[in-house]
């Protein structure tokens, strides 16, 4: 049989020749050698009949003439009636510029949720839908980051809007690094380290050693401080910078000259803004003229009593100054007063400076780190017993008040 195939238009498309023992879809295939339209793509009418893709011509063929529809095409015009059925559209229609445009004009940009992952890593598409409403950067995809027109449009909305974390996690997923232009953006690199100083590895060569982009990467992170390049690392301004904002645990990385410097030792125990990881005090990493300084000593148990350790034996024998540390460890919520132990063995073991301790301390919770000498000692074993059981007690008239 010959088959006369056209459009919904009227116009002829191409001749068939087919049997009528050729399934619709062999005749589909047919087609698609002359057209070019996928099989997927057709839909063949026979008068106001769909024609079954499993049905042979002599069973649903009554005429010479079918009409082919392209089922993209109508899908097309469906979305441009109505942009919301690009939600349920093939992946081909999602994906298509043309089409994916003119449905973000016509819903303000909201069309963008619903358009393929390729139109949504297409930098024209996606500055289109951000022109409607700057928040639908969300939907972009990989990598749209290359595209620095984009993404410092993203940028400053999420920095004037003070956009979630979220949002910058999820602008910086979008693969800024792979464009040479932004690592050479130094407020794009600053917002970048500021998320994640790891971001400082794709900064360019030329700004890798500048002290904005080096300080934003040690605010993000103390950690970083030490993969700084050696020149930040070396200036004086940019070291009291960062002790400025983590106090001691920078001075882990610092070299002698600055463990010796006076006013940044000061600023390190001014400072104590540092991860709770970090249990110790600036002082363990400065010189042994510093840690017999009385004054910095004190400074430094004053912001954390387990200085202790690190000051020089001659202070650790001193009961006035290891008082201090134990009066700076009552104004925490320490449990216990471990940090007790790095006072001189000949001072827990004296007796004047325990009873000091229990008029200071009633709870008496450092008696486990008192010598055993004085831990046997009947008056002060009494006295810690007393204390113990008072404890006990008021926990038990907290509980019974109903706390828990």
Not at 127 to 145: C, H, I, N, Q, S
Not at 182 to 207: P, R, W, Y
Request: one cysteine or more; charged letters at 25%.
């Amino acid at each position: 049989m010959e088959l006369q195939i056209g459009n919904l238009a009227g116009a002829d498309l191409c001749l068939i020749q087919a049997t009528s023992d050729q399934s619709v879809h062999n005749l589909k295939d047919s087609i698609r050698k002359v057209t070019g339209v996928p099989v997927k793509e057709q839909q063949l009418l026979c008068g106001n009949n769909v024609l079954p893709n499993n049905s042979l011509l002599k069973d649903v063929v009554t005429a010479s003439e079918l009409v082919m529809v392209n089922t993209l095409n109508r899908w097309h015009m469906d979305i441009a009636e109505d942009w919301r059925r690009l939600r349920k559209a093939p992946e081909g229609v999602k994906n298509d510029r043309e089409t994916v445009m003119g449905a973000l004009h016509q819903s303000a940009g909201q069309a963008i949720k619903y358009a393929g992952e390729e139109a949504r890593a297409d930098p024209q598409i996606m500055a289109l839908a951000m022109e409607y409403d700057k928040t639908l950067f969300r939907y972009a995809r990989a990598p749209v980051g290359r595209h620095a027109a984009f993404m410092r449009a993203a940028r400053m909305h999420i920095e004037d809007r003070g956009g979630s974390r979220d949002d910058v996690g999820v602008l910086l997923g979008l693969g800024w690094h792979e464009s040479p232009e932004l690592c050479e953006d130094i407020d794009f690199m600053e917002f970048a380290v500021g998320f994640n100083a790891a971001n400082m590895k794709h900064v360019s060569a030329q700004l890798r050693s500048n002290s904005r982009l080096g300080l934003a990467t040690v605010n993000c992170s103390w950690r970083a401080f030490e993969s700084l390049p050696i020149d930040l690392r070396s200036d004086r301004e940019f070291v009291m910078r960062c002790v400025s904002l983590h106090g001691g645990i920078v001075m882990k990385y610092l070299p002698e000259q600055f463990t010796s410097d006076r006013d940044i030792v000061v600023t390190a125990l001014q400072h104590p803004v540092i991860p709770s990881c970090f249990e110790g005090s600036a002082l363990q990493y400065v010189s042994a003229e510093f840690k017999a300084d009385r004054w910095l000593a004190e400074l430094a148990i004053a912001q954390e009593p387990r200085a202790l350790e690190h000051v020089s034996d001659e202070l650790k024998s001193d009961p006035q100054f290891v008082m201090k540390a134990v009066q700076s460890g009552l104004l925490r919520t320490h449990a216990h007063r471990d940090f007790l132990k790095f006072a001189s063995p000949s001072l827990l073991a004296d007796p004047d400076f325990t009873r000091a301790l229990f008029e200071v301390d009633a709870e008496a919770r450092f008696f486990p780190y008192l010598a055993s000498s004085i831990r046997t000692d009947p008056e002060f074993a009494r006295k810690a017993h007393a204390a113990e059981r008072a404890r006990y007690g008021a926990y038990q008239q907290w509980f019974a008040q109903g706390h828990n």
